[in-house]
């Protein structure tokens, strides 16, 4: 009986990590993704520039403007500084769209945005953002948060295995 205790509260160690990660998401969305999608979406160029701005201000009021999602090693997809700097080169271009310009540039810049903005896989329209960067600068920090709480859950598992058998 022992045994099960341990194990059920070793496996209860391992809750936390997945509503962390959860909490994290949803607030990268709430933040950034979703205004990155808004601005790919807008119609006009102040709309875009206004989505778009809201999002640079909590991309740089969390300093996720440089550096690497990866733990163990680095890939181009990861680098945070091209991310932030293509969005903020994004909102520079848009602000220099003068209101005389023709429908047409207008909407060139707004077709040139979204193709920044978003990844289109299989009809599928994803956000670009590197991976991982909902607990970017603490990537190392959830890694082995992550490490540990498997390793609860494992051992948990093998003593409640232990005690039904």
Not at 3 to 14: A, M, N
Not at 37 to 42: L, W
Not at 88 to 103: G, H, I, N, P, R
Not at 137 to 146: E, G, I, M, T, V
Request: net charge negative.
């Amino acid at each position: 009986m022992k045994k099960l205790i341990i194990g059920i509260i070793l496996i209860l160690f391992s809750i936390p990590y997945c509503g962390t990660r959860a909490v994290k998401e949803i607030q990268f969305d709430r933040n950034v993704e979703g205004y990155l999608k808004r601005a790919a979406d807008a119609n006009t160029i102040p709309l875009a520039e206004e989505q778009l701005a809201v999002a640079l201000k909590h991309i740089e009021s969390h300093g996720m403007t440089s550096g690497y999602t990866s733990v163990i090693y680095r890939t181009p997809n990861e680098d945070v500084g091209f991310w932030y700097k293509n969005l903020a080169v994004s909102m520079m271009e848009l602000k220099s769209v003068k209101s005389t310009a023709s429908q047409l540039e207008k909407s060139n810049m707004l077709m040139k945005l979204r193709e920044t903005l978003l990844d289109d896989n299989e009809g599928d329209s994803n956000v670009t953002f590197p991976p991982g960067i909902s607990v970017f600068p603490n990537n190392l920090a959830y890694a082995f948060f992550l490490a540990f709480s498997c390793l609860f859950a494992f051992l948990g598992s093998i003593l409640i295995s232990w005690e039904i058998s």
